[in-house]
């Protein structure tokens, strides 16, 4: 996973690439369900660049003390029990971009409820640019 373009199919690939990728490392997801992805790394340098399409769907992104991500393109879910496509905490310099955040999705159990689209706390240089938001 220290390459330029490091390519993801499988969940363990992917805690993988973000624990070893090189700043201004590229990591693409393929379509694919994926679980929540904690993130608890600062890049010193160019940004890690998390992308891939709608299709790559991440049940719940965290970020906590970290700083240097850019993620583009991917759909984030939320889930039963408030559970929030996004969660930053003492984080800095993180950029989402053309992303779907997502909260559960309504089916007939009535366990079913609305997430919170996301939260930020403690954080800074935070944004969120051409996303679109739903079921929150």
Known sequence: ARGDVVDVATPSALENAVMWARPGS??????GEYPQLV???????????IT??????????LFSKAGGWRV????????????MPLDIALSNNIMLSGVSLTGSTPDPDPRWEE?????????????L????VTHV
């Open 26 to 31: 590229t990591i693409r997801l393929a379509a």
């Open 39 to 49: 993130i608890k790394r600062q890049v010193d340098g160019a940004p890690i660049r």
């Open 52 to 61: 891939g399409p709608r299709g790559a769907r991440i049940n719940q992104l």
């Open 72 to 83: 583009d393109g991917l759909t984030l879910v939320g889930g039963i029990g408030k559970a």
């Open 115 to 127: 997430s919170n689209g996301m939260v930020i706390r403690a954080s800074e240089n935070i944004v």
């Open 129 to 132: 640019a051409l996303s679109e």
